[in-house]
T-cell receptor, first 115, second 115 residues
Framework: AQSVTQLGSHVSVSEGALVLLRCNYSSSVPPYLFWYVQYPNQGLQLLLKYTSAATLVKGINGFEAEFKKSETSFHLTKPSAHMSDAAEYFCAVSEAIQGAQKLVFGQGTRLTINP | DTEVTQTPKHLVMGMTNKKSLKCEQHMGHRAMYWYKQKAKKPPELMFVYSYEKLSINESVPSRFSPECPNSSLLNLHLHALQPEDSALYLC??????????????FGSGTQLSVL
């Protein structure tokens, strides 16, 4: 079974600072990887996804992630944090089960932005 | 319209009650999902419907009964729930479900409390 591990359940950065959220995956086949964001009292929204087309993936709201096979990582970054980035971030890997797609999420990282 | 609409937003029910959660999308998506999210935890897949047929049941107890009356509508019927079933129930949809690359669109969820 495929899985993802998010290092750090809580990350705190200052406004304007670099955001780095870590995700490592475990997969015996080339993985399909996703980053989703969840704002308080809301559902999840896709930030970006890796589907093997390019190792550097750009997403919405200035976020990007780099797929590194040698490190089995898919870390999420943003050059300059904004107060509105405060949310819960989930890394996920997609599995095929019985012809359907199953997303397996990491434990999540809560991002706090300090003014 | 890129929304997944879930009703009700909040639900409180007793262990002997019968209630239903409703999910609707008008994006022409052919795959729909139910996820369960406990507080401070990642979402966990419960069911996947593909082309109105149940594709995945993640060994969910029979007190949860999904229904997909048509391609736009997904219900989750609840009966004889336990307090530990209290959680945020998220509905999602995607264009398809067979490629593992699909972007899921999530609703805001129904916050369920079982007394």
């Amino acid at each position: 079974a495929q899985s993802v591990t998010q290092l750090g359940s809580h990350v705190s950065v200052s406004e304007g600072a670099l955001v780095l959220l870590r995700c490592n995956y475990s997969s015996s086949v080339p993985p399909y990887l996703f980053w989703y964001v969840q704002y308080p009292n809301q559902g999840l929204q896709l930030l970006l996804k890796y589907t093997s087309a390019a190792t550097l993936v750009k997403g919405i709201n200035g976020f990007e992630a780099e797929f590194k096979k040698s490190e089995t990582s898919f870390h999420l970054t943003k050059p300059s944090a904004h107060m509105s980035d405060a949310a819960e971030y989930f890394c996920a890997v997609s599995e095929a089960i019985q012809g359907a797609q199953k997303l397996v999420f990491g434990q999540g990282t809560r991002l706090t932005i300090n003014p | 319209d890129t929304e997944v609409t879930q009703t009700p937003k909040h639900l409180v029910m007793g262990m002997t009650n019968k209630k239903s959660l409703k999910c609707e999308q008008h994006m022409g998506h052919r795959a729909m999902y139910w996820y369960k999210q406990k507080a401070k935890k990642p979402p966990e897949l419960m069911f996947v419907y593909s082309y109105e047929k149940l594709s995945i049941n993640e060994s969910v107890p029979s007190r949860f009964s999904p229904e997909c009356p048509n391609s736009s509508l997904l219900n989750l019927h609840l009966h004889a729930l336990q307090p530990e079933d209290s959680a945020l129930y998220l509905c999602a949809s995607s264009q398809d479900t067979g490629t593992q690359r699909e972007k899921l669109f999530f609703g805001s969820g129904t916050q369920l409390s079982v007394l």
